[in-house]
């Protein structure tokens, strides 16, 4: 079976998402066991796959028995290959660590919710599976639609009109890359990406094609929040329900960062997007606005979850600039940030899943004295706050690491002042949670007889997740030599030093 | 030079953390003191039976994980390193024992908390001390930041929040700000973190960027607190006692005093640093905290924050012998790390015996109490003796070496810089012992029925009074783990 | 200004498709009212579709099925003959994301609706707010 | 904002019509797009698939794989208003409206009343509800023939333009006409919501099944070929009925789907009388 791995890792979950559909009709209770088994499933063959490619190199897949370019194929190399392993593994997780807050949040509409879920980790899956530029639309288009409706099931007042928003611009970004598709299409006349970029080498100086990669990266922009299109992003994941920010906010915007770089390396390659095309500077000016912009925003929130959003729209500055820097040690710093920053974000917003469960909310005022209250949960996000700062041993410190390196070779102190910056911030901001959490409400006087409120913890269920991603946290940092130089390394073509 | 191979370094740094799941589960306090003292022994023990190895010339490595070509999880036992853990974990024993009796005797809160985090700083210290590379150390420096966070604002009062968001501020700030992107500058200069006998950094970069580098090490490490990054130090007193004992007279303040040597001695070597002419940068820096540090203690009535004062001006000591760059001043500067942990920490414990005794703070408020405490008071008097550098104590000798350093030197004005600051040692100490014992009976303080702290307190600060003095007759192994280093690095 | 016109006149497919594209994209910048975005957004969308039909056609090509069905086995089909099916095939796929997409927009635009009784994107922002 | 917009509208167009200058002709037969992919799907059709519409080929084989994610949109579309406009549990109103068929009378029932057992009544929400015999008569008989057509379209796709998704939208469009003519209370008691929520599952299972059914036969994912043993005829042939079978999955997702979405939103979830 292991030759079908790639196929699998798409398609089981989506028969089971039919099989989860009907079973809601039929007895509610059945939904989660097969969602769970599914998800297992694909994180098996996910892990499985990588473990094949890191074995025998790039894995081939024709769909249809078709060969490329006029079937749909898929090409599995490291880069594909880690990043289904983190969304496989990552929305595993975090099922098991939501069921509760579903079955509290939708009891009637258990089946439906799980059936969306089931399908956006199917379309993140595929796109990222894909080797086809118009296939990955159309996943893309699944991923997103199944999103609008995850986030628009959160707060009654605001999340619709954050989802619909979300959904305008989603559809503008998305039909922005299909148009570049269609450009590359009416100049190379097909939709294969190793295909495209076999013959776009003798287009480089094209109008058409400069248009098409600049619409392409404008779309993945506006999908992946890149500052200034990062407007939907805020209201979206903070109001949606803990259940799908903690699976949206750590997957979409990761994986649009992995197709950009997928654009860049495999399709559009090195050459052209960084010298061909004079444009990379800005970009990664662009990358230390995001940065700093996120930074100053997220400083000014009032409450947890919308903190956090910021925060991602921040790193995917960090993530971008990266990988426009144009040299090895940034795109290493992009894609490795890829698999940290999902981590990270699904640490926090699991975080964020247990208050809300206990507390009923997130904003600073919910947070006081929940060291007592929650002391394990609170002990995980220390974890997951530190990975963002950047403090060794997490492995946030160790992207960070990389993508300073790049910012050093590539003379951009811009980009290193930016990142330090916003290191700094994330101390701000984080210590300030700490500190609410921690101190608030005071004691008496000076700290004697100080009664601590009652230990009133999340239920296992939901801690157990949330243990295995802080200690996934430390392990990736401890790990990092191992991705870079067995997988993260062949991702990056020779060329580029 | 010979190195082993050997997972001892590891097990120093690890012994006090995988305690701390049992600190957390023990419900009776007794057990959770019991396995301090245990984890605290068994530390002690790692660290002193790597001692004859370490003596004999070899050092002892041990690769925990590799990230990069030279930029490792990576443990490397020399002799400075050995000299600093054998020093901080000692104290941990002592302090343990001390801890007990102040926490007891005040019935502090969330001591569960307090005898993790105390475990936890401890790792971090020794991880310090044994880090063989830069990204090593800063892992751990940043560990120990964390970790003392809690301890520092024990209290939770609103005090101790506006002092923790000095101390994030100042060590974090500095740390990511400064060190972490001066540590990737040399990591893409040189391609390599570790620290070698003569540094990495020769010839890999022009003198203005050297510069630049050296200034954010030093100060990126703003737990040695030096000026103007010393503000932490005074505002992270508020902490418990004990807290301040250990952790702001050896092991963090020591910490950040170590890494700078570790930068100037491992990062940039002597030779670069003698001929990119660098000393009277450092040693500017350092004369002037001396002397400012000296000259505020002079104005503090609070004993803690005069004595934090003291510290800040005392680390300058250790940056100065080292920033001579002569070899009894580098001597003199790392023994001194020993010599002033061992006095300062017995100050502390004073101070903490005396706040645990009768309530008081402030140095105004004492008069009269030798008469009521004469134990801690007297250990109070040597250890001052000993900071000041007055035999029979053990400052005195690594006082002496500064001294032949800054002829060795020709510093003259080095000279008159360290002579100076003894007399305002003397000058902010000796008017608290004299008020202490020889005012007249009418003007003291305190009532009859004030007496002694518990014994727990009592007899950690007896005991590491004693220590000063005997560290006068028999500071050899020290001084053998001084000069080993300094003679492997200046080849002399 | 000759060539001009001529680049015009013959590529005058394109000038139409980026025209009804723009004003699909600006209804859904400018646009107050929720409704009339989802317009704007369908317009930009069948924009795009009839962009990538007009990729398709072949001048002297006729639609992309073989007349003689079954049993042409001997007759010998040249690709000059049918116009291009591809973009046929993904355009049906992209009529059909848009129709879902705005099968769900709708759907979000009826629980704004029921409850803040308004489609207007400025009172409902000023009703938040008022919260 | 409108300013913004119209300076951002002018700049993509700009951009866009600056890259028109580097393309092809139109129509131009020697095209990239014409001459690269595409001459297989036209020349090869018959000999590969035995599918002479090339657009069914490519849809349902050469691309099949994107079809049935095209598929899943529209399930996952389905889903999501039902997700997010369904209401389940409403307080029963103080009384309800019951209009006589033949009449065309209005009772009102009070909370906890009952109506006489009689076919002629119809429940109604509110009092305007229009009473139009002649669009129901119409629509009812019309609807047969959609349907039928509906049928031919689904079957005939292989050799004329149709398949599943035009024929399905057919079918869904019968039943919603049902709904808007009469109303939705009588187009959901002929086709039940759990039924067509079940189908709209079906559809798209019968088309993955599909492909998972290849895999299980050793094959590549929707590789039709490994049907062949099954279908009993060669492998060309079997690409071909895989092609129908597939199309009748879609045909009978893109119907229940359509007409899911379609009563959820013009009932806002609520399954009353609709529009």
């Given amino acids: 079976m292991s030759q079908h791995y790639p196929t699998l890792l798409v398609t089981v979950p989506l028969l089971a998402a039919f099989i989860i559909s009907a079973a809601g009709w039929i007895n509610k209770r059945l939904c989660f066991p097969f969602a769970v088994a599914t998800l297992t499933v694909a994180a098996y063959s996910c892990v499985g796959l990588l473990f094949r490619v890191l074995h025998e190199g790039v894995v081939h897949y024709r769909l249809g028995g078709w060969p490329p370019p006029w079937g749909i194929a898929y090409y599995v190399d490291q880069l594909n290959g880690l990043v289904l392993s983190v969304i496989s593994v990552s929305a595993l997780i975090n099922l098991i660590a939501s069921k509760r807050s579903i079955e509290r949040e939708f009891p009637e509409k258990i089946g439906p919710f799980y059936t969306l879920y089931v399908l956006f980790v199917t379309g993140m899956l595929g796109i990222t599976v894909t080797g086809d530029a118009f296939n990955l639309y159309v996943l893309l288009e699944i991923g997103s639609l199944t999103g609008y409706a995850l986030i628009a099931m959160g707060d009654k007042d605001r999340a619709p009109l954050a989802s619909l928003n979300y959904l305008y611009m989603g559809t503008i970004g998305a039909c922005f890359y299909l148009l570049g598709v269609g450009y590359l299409y009416i100049v190379t006349g097909s939709l294969n990406m190793v295909d495209i970029a076999s013959i776009l080498p003798g287009l480089y100086q094209s109008k058409a094609v400069m248009t098409a990669f600049i619409i392409c990266m404008v779309g993945m922009w506006i999908k992946m929040a890149f500052f200034p299109l990062h407007g939907w992003l805020p209201n979206a994941y903070t109001f949606a329900p803990s259940a799908s920010s903690s699976l949206i906010a750590p997957l979409m915007t990761k994986v649009m960062i992995y197709v950009m770089i997928r654009f860049i390396l495999t ?114 996000f220390v974890i997951g706050a530190l990975s963002i700062i950047g403090v060794p041993p997490t492995c946030g410190f160790f992207s960070k690491w990389y993508l300073i390196s790049g910012a050093i070779q590539a003379s951009h102190y811009g980009f290193v002042v930016a990142l330090l910056f916003s290191s700094l911030v994330n101390v701000v901001l984080f210590f300030r949670i700490i500190e609410i959490g921690y101190y608030e409400p005071f004691g008496d006087h000076h700290g004697h007889d100080h009664h601590p409120e009652p230990m009133a913890e999340a239920p296992l269920s939901m801690l157990v997740p949330l243990f295995i991603v802080a200690a996934g946290l430390v392990l990736v940092g401890l790990y990092t030599g191992d991705i870079v130089n067995h997988i993260i390394q062949f991702v990056i073509p020779k060329g580029l030093l | 030079m010979e190195t082993i191979t050997s997972i001892k370094p590891l097990l120093a740094v690890l012994v006090s953390l995988l305690v701390t799941p049992i600190l957390v589960s023990s419900r009776a306090s007794n057990v959770r003191e019991g396995w301090t003292f245990v984890a605290a022994t068994a530390k002690f023990l790692i660290v002193l039976s790597m001692l004859p190895t370490i003596l004999k010339g070899t050092e002892i490595v041990y690769t925990v994980v590799e990230f990069l070509p030279g930029a490792a999880i990576k443990f490397r036992v020399d002799a400075l390193g050995m000299l600093f853990a054998i020093v901080s974990s000692s104290l941990w024993i002592v302090t343990s024992a001390y801890s007990i009796g102040y926490m007891r005797g005040l019935k502090e809160h969330s001591q569960t908390r307090y005898f993790c985090f105390f475990a936890f700083a401890l790792s971090s210290t020794i991880g310090v001390a044994f880090s063989a590379n830069l990204l090593t150390l800063y892992l751990f420096y940043e560990m120990l930041s964390l970790a003392t966070y809690p301890l520092v604002t024990h209290h939770q009062d609103l005090e101790a929040r ?49 510069g630049l580098l050296l200034f954010m090490l030093i100060f990126g490490f703003a737990k040695a607190a030096i000026m103007p990054l010393h503000a932490w130090l005074p505002a992270a007193m508020v902490a418990p006692t004990p807290v301040s004992a250990l952790l702001h007279a050896v092991a963090v303040v020591k910490v950040g005093v170590f890494s700078v040597v570790r930068v100037l001695t491992g990062v940039f070597g002597t030779n670069l640093l003698l001929s990119l002419d660098f000393s009277p940068f450092i040693i500017f820096v350092a004369s002037v905290t001396i002397l400012v540090g000296s000259f505020i203690a002079l104005t503090q009535d609070n004993l803690k924050r005069l004595l934090a004062f003291s510290t800040i001006a005392q680390l300058s000591y250790i940056v100065l012998g080292v920033g001579l760059l002569s070899p009894k001043g580098m001597i003199g500067g790392i023994v001194h790390i020993a010599m002033h942990a061992f006095g300062k920490i017995t100050l502390f414990f004073c101070a903490g015996a005396i706040f645990v005794a009768t309530g008081k703070k402030n140095i105004s408020e004492m008069i009269g109490i030798g008469r009521r405490m004469p134990v801690t008071m007297a250990a109070f008097f040597i250890a001052a003796l000993s900071i000041t550098g007055v035999p029979p104590c053990g400052g005195f000798l690594s006082k002496w070496y500064l001294v032949l350093g800054s002829l060795e030197a020709h510093q003259i004005a080095i000279l008159v810089v360290l002579l100076f600051s003894s007399l305002l040692n003397a000058c902010y100490f000796m008017p608290i012992v004299y008020k202490a014992f020889f005012c007249r009976p009418e003007e003291a303080m305190f009532k009859n029925t004030v007496q002694e702290a518990p014994l727990f307190c009592v007899v950690p600060l007896v005991v590491t009074a004693l220590i000063s003095i005997i560290l006068l007759f028999y500071p050899q192994p020290f001084f053998r783990l001084a000069s080993m280093m300094v003679h492997s690095i200046t080849g002399t | 200004m000759g ?49 990538y039909v007009s990729i398709g056609v072949k001048k002297g090509g006729t639609l992309p099925i073989i007349e003689h069905g079954h049993g042409a086995h001997s007759h010998v089909v040249h690709a000059v003959d049918y116009i291009n099916p591809l973009p046929h095939v993904l355009m049906l796929t992209a009529i059909v994301v848009s129709v879902a997409t705005l099968g769900v927009a709708l759907a979000l635009g009826i629980r704004i609706y029921n409850r803040y009784h308004t489609l207007e994107e400025d009172e409902i922002l000023s009703q938040i707010r008022e919260k | 904002m409108k300013i913004t917009g119209l300076i951002i509208a002018v700049l993509t167009g700009a951009l866009l019509i600056y890259a028109t200058a580097d393309f092809p002709a139109w129509g131009d037969p020697a095209s990239p797009a014409s001459t690269h992919v595409s001459p297989r799907y036209i020349e090869k059709t018959i000999e590969e698939t035995a599918v002479p519409n090339m657009v069914t080929s490519v849809l349902a084989d050469y691309r099949g794989y994107d079809t049935m994610f095209e598929t899943t949109v529209i399930f996952s579309a389905g889903v999501a208003c039902f997700l997010l406009l369904r209401i389940f549990r409403r307080e029963e109103p103080e009384e309800r409206l019951y209009r006589h068929v033949l009449t065309g009378v209005t009772i009102h029932v009070k909370k906890g009343g009952k109506l006489p057992p009689s076919d002629d009544f119809e429940r109604i929400d509110t009092e305007w509800t229009p009473h139009d015999l002649i669009i129901k008569t119409m629509c009812r008989l019309l609807i047969p023939f959609i349907q039928l057509f509906a049928l031919y379209v689904i079957a005939h796709g292989h050799h004329s333009p149709g398949g599943g998704f035009q024929g399905g939208v057919m079918l869904g469009a019968s039943v919603i006409v049902l709904a808007m003519s009469q109303d939705l209370r009588t187009a959901v008691r002929r086709l039940r919501e759990k039924v067509d929520a079940l189908l709209c599952a079906t559809g798209v299972f019968i088309y993955a099944g599909t492909g998972a059914l290849c895999l299980l036969l050793g094959a590549d994912f929707l590789n039709y070929r490994a049907l062949a043993p099954l279908l009993n005829v060669d492998p060309i042939m079997a690409r071909s009925h895989g092609i129908f079978i597939v199309e009748i999955g879609v045909g009978i997702a893109v119907m229940a789907t359509m007409i899911w979405i379609y009563s959820n939103v013009s009932s806002s979830g609520k399954y009353d009388e609709g529009l």
């Fill in chain 1, 267 to 380: 399709v559009f390659t090195p050459k052209f997007a960084f010298s061909t095309l004079a444009v990379s500077d800005s970009v990664v000016w662009l990358a230390v606005i995001a940065i700093v912009m996120g930074a100053i925003f997220a400083l000014a929130q009032r409450d947890l979850k919308k903190m956090l959003t910021y925060i991602i729209v921040a790193e995917v500055g960090y993530m971008v600039g990266g990988a426009w820097l144009g040299n090895r040690a940034g795109m290493t710093g992009a894609i490795l940030h890829i698999v940290n920053d999902a981590l990270m974000t699904l640490c926090a917003f699991l975080v964020v899943g247990n208050i809300v469960y206990k507390v009923k909310g997130y904003s600073f005022e919910d947070l006081k004295g929940l060291f007592s209250k929650m002391p394990f949960t609170m002990g995980a």
């Fill in chain 2, 162 to 210: 506006s002092s923790g968001r000095k101390y994030l501020l100042y060590i974090m700030g500095t740390s990511i700000g400064l060190a972490l992107p001066a540590m990737l500058i040399c990591y893409n200069l040189a391609g390599t973190l570790e620290f070698s006998k003569q540094g990495f950094l020769a010839g890999t970069a022009s003198k203005p960027l050297l």
């Fill in chain 3, 3 to 51: 060539d001009f016109i001529q680049a015009l006149v013959a590529k005058y497919n394109y000038w139409i498709y980026i025209t009804l594209m723009m004003i699909g994209l600006y209804a859904m910048i400018a646009k107050n009212n929720l409704i009339k975005k989802i317009v704007g957004m369908n317009i930009f969308q069948t924009a795009i579709i009839l962009f």
